[in-house]
């Protein structure tokens, strides 16, 4: 009977070693796809650029818009408290609520 748990034991390991290489490949081609999504877009706004300035420059100005709203919006920037504040005390400061 111990046998057998320990062939199943080493069947599992077996199993895992192939699940864990499979993660590794899954990073790997995440990685890649992302890189060449990366470059596409990049070179597509410099080709954006070249041959539609005025389209490129409204593309971008969305871009920033939709950038500044995120960041005005997140929950990740806290606010600044009083003592956090080195520039003195006549400027108004923002408390967070607790």
Known sequence: ????LQYL?????????F?????????A???LALLCVTVAVQLLGVVLALTQPPLALAVV???????????????TIRAVTPT????????QVAIEAR
């Open 1 to 4: 009977m111990e046998v057998l």
């Open 9 to 17: 034991d080493d069947l599992d390991d077996f199993v895992g070693m």
């Open 19 to 27: 699940a864990l290489a499979a993660e590794r490949i899954r990073r």
């Open 29 to 31: 081609v995440k990685a």
């Open 61 to 75: 100005s969305l871009l920033a818009v939709g950038m500044l709203y995120r960041a005005a919006v997140s929950h």
């Open 84 to 91: 956090d504040a080195s520039w003195g005390s006549s400027a």
